[in-house]
């Protein structure tokens, strides 16, 4: 979930705290409460956007655009590694200078990358990204094993 989705349900969790508390007295509280719903209603009309593990091993990122037609890439697990490796060796890097010192195709890149920004591995500041901890590589490792760990199961119960 990004920081503008969860800033907009803490939002609306905070409004209906406080309406519960206050036992929703005044019309201003009604509308700071459908304020609050409705940013977390526009904040899930828009793109969404999964990850998944195929049987091959490869991850697979699955986009539904609020408009346009869903699509899929994937990224072979040695381009996860090694971007996993690099977000964290690297200070402030872009999607495009990863690709330049990889030359792994663009699109896996960005798969890679997409993983790692929605599993909070890599953050984005002033249009630059940056790893969260101090072993960007363990952590994308780990949340890529859980993932793939979690379609093998669905795998099973097919």
């Known amino acids: 979930m990004d ?10 969790a905070e409004a209906v705290l406080s309406a519960r ?7 201003e509280e009604w509308d700071g409460l459908r304020s609050a719903v409705a940013a977390c209603r526009e904040q899930r009309q828009g793109r969404e956007e999964s990850f998944a593990i195929d049987r091959a091993g490869r991850l697979v990122r699955s986009v539904a655009p ?7 890439h994937t990224c072979d697990p040695d381009v996860l590694t090694e971007v996993s490796h690099l ?24 798969t890679a990358l997409a993983f790692l ?16 901890s ?25």
């Open 134 to 158: 101090d072993d960007a590589h363990l952590d994308a490792m780990t949340e890529y094993h859980a993932l793939r760990e979690e379609g093998e199961a669905a795998f099973d119960r097919e």
């Open 66 to 72: 609020a408009r346009g037609t869903p699509y899929q």
């Open 87 to 110: 977000a964290g060796e690297l200070d402030g890097f872009t999607l495009e200078a990863l690709v330049e010192r990889t030359g792994f195709p663009s699109s896996q890149v960005a």
């Open 21 to 27: 508390e206050d036992q929703m007295l005044t019309s």
């Open 3 to 12: 920081d503008a989705r969860l800033r907009a349900v803490v939002v609306a």
């Open 117 to 132: 920004k929605e599993r909070g591995i890599v953050t984005t500041e002033a249009k630059r990204n940056y790893a969260a």
